[in-house]
């Protein structure tokens, strides 16, 4: 708990300017809120547990390892306030499994429940404890797994092999290496070995940058950017519209499969 204070209170503020990205997720208006309502409306704070799929993300927390770790849970009560702050969040992706803030909670559980096995009194236990974790951990992989058998399988946007792939691949030898690039969502993986990689529009209208305080505005930086690369028609209209604004500022350089080049041309 100590470091925990001292990460959020003075670590990452120095590096960020503020202990959490996700402090304004508390609900019911922050800390005080929250316990406010707790002790003194009950029956509001337990209603606001049961929505949004809330209850669900704790069973299938748990059935991934079959329950398991019930049978000697000391090792998955280190996890237990990862839930409650997943499970209580106002951000919808923290209370779903395919997201990054269930991550913290896998080792957890599989060494939780590796270990509530190790201490059944007789091997025949053991060994049907260990037939239900397994059979629910391929159960959850088929109902919500992305294995190539699940129901979502996961699947390349283009193939490794596709001429979408042979065009990108062309044209990104095209940028030099220390250019500052702003380039569509799919693009920039493949691009961000640089110092200054954008996801578009930022920085010509900031999206789900930095501490999330300058959306819509055009950053300084912007008068940067040396190279797009985007589609040649935008699908959407708030991307059209801020293209509209600074096309005349880039040259399409090259284009293949859609796939559009842009090199500035005045500042």
């Not at 990205?21 to 547990?49: A, E, H, N, R």
């Not at 190539?148 to 062309?170: D, L, N, Y």
């Not at 996801?199 to 912007?222: A, E, H, I, M």
């Not at 935008?234 to 293209?243: G, K, N, Q, R």
């Amino acid at each position: 708990m100590g470091w925990t204070a001292l990460a959020l209170e003075v670590i990452i503020p120095s590096l960020l300017g503020q202990g959490s990205l996700y402090g304004g997720d508390i609900p019911f208006g922050g800390v005080g809120g929250f316990f406010k309502t707790l002790f003194t409306s009950p029956g509001t704070f337990f209603s606001y547990l049961r929505a949004d799929g809330r209850p669900f993300y704790v069973w299938q927390i748990g059935f991934t390892t079959g329950w398991g770790f019930l049978l000697s849970p000391e090792i998955a009560l280190i996890g237990v306030l990862v839930v409650a702050e997943n499970v209580v969040s106002t951000l919808p992706y923290m209370h779903q499994i395919p997201f990054q803030f269930s991550m913290p909670l896998v080792p957890v559980f599989i060494l939780a429940t590796v270990w509530a096995i190790s201490r059944q009194s007789s091997t025949m236990r053991r060994y049907v404890i260990t037939g239900v974790t397994v059979t629910c951990a391929f159960v959850s992989c088929v109902w919500w797994g992305l294995a190539p058998f699940s129901h979502e399988s996961a699947q390349p946007q283009w193939g490794p092999t596709s001429a979408a792939v042979r065009s990108f691949s062309a044209l990104e030898k095209r940028i030099p290496a220390n250019a500052v690039v702003s380039a569509w969502y799919l693009f920039v993986p493949h691009l961000d070995q640089r110092t200054q990689i954008y996801l578009w529009p930022t920085p010509f209208d900031s999206q789900n940058y930095g501490l999330f305080k300058n959306d819509g505005q055009r950053l300084p930086v912007s008068s940067q950017v040396q190279y797009l690369v985007l589609p040649v028609y935008l699908d959407s209209s708030d991307d059209a519209s801020v293209f509209a604004h600074i096309s005349s500022y880039f040259k399409l350089v090259t284009s293949d499969n859609g796939i559009g080049l842009y090199k500035r041309i005045k500042q």
